[in-house]
């Protein structure tokens, strides 16, 4: 079953170009009027589709972030922002969620209360796996904040038992230093993608999941590599 469905994917499915799509041609690439269609797009309309390719979608959400003031960078890709004396909101870096497929969760380890420096506590989930993020300081989780609530970007608030945040927050060049990692590692992805459009004439449609794209090893490596 599963190599009669293999035998039968569109090649510009089997290189991943495309999400779904079984061949209805006899492989006659040459007389199918899909094939043609997918040329003509990467051949004569790179610059009006490319923007809606995964690729080109994280790289302009990259290129548009800026150094926030009034947000605390910490290392491990998390950022805090105070509430009151040695009392903060704890949220994911927005260089990380340009990274995150749409569909995922954020679990907090809920077996304790207080972290370590190093040891893991948040873990964030999807169809292609998890990515575990540890702790950056030694801290101690108040509350988890609720998803539907006004600060749902938040994930909770947490303590900073050491007073140990101020020292650990990013320069506005090490911030930079990420962002540029994080942007030549998705122009590196780009060079081998052809830029086409999000949806094709006859029903195939461009993937637009960058877990999809590269395999599910691959993305959590490329998770690791960046955000651990």
């Not at 990259?62 to 009392?87: A, G, P, Q």
């Not at 569909?103 to 420096?117: G, P, T």
């Not at 094709?200 to 590599?225: E, F, R, W």
Request: hydrophobic share 35%; aromatic share 10%; with cysteine.
């Amino acid at each position: 079953m599963n190599n009669s469905y293999e035998k039968l994917k569109c090649i510009w499915m089997a290189s991943n170009v495309i999400e779904y799509k079984l061949c209805d041609n006899n492989f006659d690439c040459e007389n199918c009027l899909f094939d043609k269609a997918m040329k003509n797009l990467i051949n004569l309309a790179p610059e009006k589709h490319s923007s809606k390719n995964v690729i080109s979608t994280i790289s302009q959400k990259l290129h548009e972030l800026k150094y926030d003031k009034n947000t605390i960078y910490i290392n491990n890709s998390l950022i805090v922002k105070e509430l009151c004396r040695d009392t903060f909101y704890l949220g994911i870096n927005p260089i990380l969620e340009c990274f995150l497929d749409y569909e995922y969760s954020v679990d907090i380890n809920e077996s304790r209360k207080d972290f370590h420096k190093g040891e893991k506590f948040i873990s964030i989930s999807g169809d292609w796996g998890e990515f575990s993020i540890s702790s950056p300081i030694d801290l101690m989780v108040y509350d988890k904040m609720d998803s539907s609530s006004s600060n749902s970007n938040w994930l909770a608030i947490i303590g900073d038992i050491k007073q140990s945040i101020p020292n650990s927050r990013l320069s506005k060049t090490e911030w930079d230093k990420s962002l540029n990692k994080a942007i030549g590692s998705i122009e590196d992805i780009k060079t081998g993608i052809p830029s086409v459009g999000d949806t094709m004439m006859d029903g195939g449609a461009m993937t637009k999941q960058l877990h999809k794209l590269l395999g599910n090893k691959k993305y959590v490596s490329l998770l690791n590599s960046l955000f651990s």
